[in-house]
């Protein structure tokens, strides 16, 4: 989110004016502050990697063109962060009219209720009040599934009515979020699975900017700008969304998975930050990271899964943060700083995968979930594994298992049981593997289980489990 700063200084309508505060429309602003941002080279979308050439210049030409948009894309691709980014494009502070009876924020230039219109027609500018509205408040987001035509549109008000206000008069009505959003920004996700109702009065307010509430038109311009999100599959579908709400739709900005493992890889880094650290610290070695990126894309392309869902890069974040804890919990137990992941703790990756996934019930051939993700890990061992054979050769990567040896390992042993095993490793190892394997117990360790389970993914080792570790025949 965007740091607050203190709001300026004007507190009556009259210092407003003496300031040379100028009102704009949000899309105005928007393009006004985006338009400074680009020129100025700054990063627009801090944070957001692999879309630098894709999804990034469709933004940016919806914003300058003062589109709403729509994010199209399966679970798990940034939409809605996307969208939330966009609140960075607001100015810092707005103006508006400090008054309890006053619905919304209103533009103290140009109000648009019949209230602030009477406000401003019979105050002197030194008697009308002005508060300031931060952008970080600017921003509010729906979840489609359970909306109600009140709850982003409005209703009649029973009590308005009960107090003596006519059905007929504005001050009958209680707004909804849209509103109330009046000069900022409102996101409705999952825009397929909201009641052809609502679509009908979000239909409205996209071409009039007006609304209607049982039959009461609000003859105002509503000044916000709409976002929405929406699955391919469901959008597509023809009667989920109506014809007309599409039509009105600035701009579908298509979202995707990564489009390269490092590119994951690096999303995962960012995510997880200073979690690494602390009083056991975690170090996790490259073809750690590889492997659990290359387990979600694996998931993306295995035919027992339902693609249509799609992976969430969620999916990584959580197996990536289950590896780490098992890494945590035994540099605990044992005191190893840092604790370094190994191939064993995927074997707590049910407990963060399962649900994350659905199935193809037509492919799975009666497959359950835990054996598809068995599958999934086991080819994401061999893909990974097989790039570092390719590019270093079996025989420097294998070496010191030729003698023959019979290896136990598992997620709570001590690295030190790995090196009485191993005196030593081939300096191959380290070139390979970029890590210390011949100086650090821990790294030694995760590098041991990585060999092991490559050798064994290539059927050049034979592999046994009993009460929840895994023993190696090489």
């Known amino acids: 989110m965007n740091a607050i700063m203190a709001p300026p200084q004007a507190t009556t309508l009259a210092e407003l004016l003496e300031s040379g505060w100028e009102s704009k429309s949000v899309k105005q602003e928007i393009r006004d502050n985006f338009t400074r941002m680009l020129a100025a080279g700054e990063e627009l979308f801090p944070g957001m990697i692999g879309y630098e050439d894709t999804v990034i210049p469709e933004i940016n030409l919806a914003l300058l063109a003062g589109h709403d948009m729509l994010f199209l894309g399966e679970k798990g691709q940034g939409k809605s962060r996307m969208m939330r980014m966009l609140t960075r494009f607001l100015d810092p502070w707005i103006p508006y009219i400090d008054h309890p009876d006053l619905p919304i924020h209103e533009d103290p230039t140009k109000p648009i209720t019949s209230r602030g219109k009477r406000l401003i027609a019979e105050l002197d500018p030194s008697d009308i009040k002005i508060a300031w509205w931060n952008r970080d408040q600017r921003y509010a987001e729906r979840l489609s599934p359970g909306t109600k035509f009140a709850d982003i549109i409005g209703e009649i008000d029973p009590a308005k009515l009960t107090g003596g206000v006519s059905m007929s008069a504005e001050e009958a009505l209680s707004f909804g979020l849209i509103p109330r959003m009046h000069r900022g920004i409102f996101a409705m996700n999952e825009l397929p699975e909201l009641d052809e109702l609502v679509q009908v009065g979000l239909f409205n307010i996209l071409e009039e900017r007006d609304v209607q509430i049982r039959g009461y038109p609000i003859q105002f311009d509503i000044d916000v700008v709409i976002l929405f999100s929406a699955n391919p599959s469901t959008y597509n579908r023809s009667g989920k969304v109506i014809p007309q709400l599409k039509d009105r739709i600035g701009t579908i900005v298509q979202t995707h998975y990564p489009a390269e493992r490092d590119q994951g890889i690096e999303i995962l880094q960012q995510e997880v930050g200073q979690q690494l650290d602390g009083d056991y610290p975690v170090s996790v070695p490259y073809f750690m990271y590889q492997v659990v990126e290359e387990i979600t894309n694996q998931a993306r392309k295995s035919k027992y899964i339902d693609q249509a869902s799609g992976v969430s ?48 019930l037509m492919g799975t051939h009666q497959m359950s979930e835990r054996q598809v993700l068995d599958a999934v890990v086991a080819e994401a061992i061999r893909v990974v594994f097989g790039e570092y054979v390719e590019e270093h050769g079996l025989a420097d990567i294998a070496e010191i298992f030729r003698g023959g040896v019979r290896i136990e390992v598992g997620d709570m042993l001590p690295s030190s049981d790995y090196a009485q095993r191993l005196k030593s490793v081939p300096p191959a190892w380290d070139k390979a593997f970029e890590v210390n394997a011949g100086e650090n117990e821990a790294v030694r360790a995760a590098c041991v289980e990585f060999v092991l389970a490559g050798l064994y993914s290539l059927d050049k080792i034979s592999r046994s489990q009993r009460h929840g570790k895994i023993q190696y025949d090489v």
């Open 313 to 360: 890069a969620r999916f990584s974040l959580a197996n990536f943060r289950t590896i780490v804890a098992s890494a945590r919990q035994r540099g605990i137990v044992h005191n190893e700083k840092p604790a370094v992941p190994r191939i064993s703790d995927l074997g707590h990756l049910y407990a963060s995968s399962l649900g994350k996934l659905e199935l193809d």
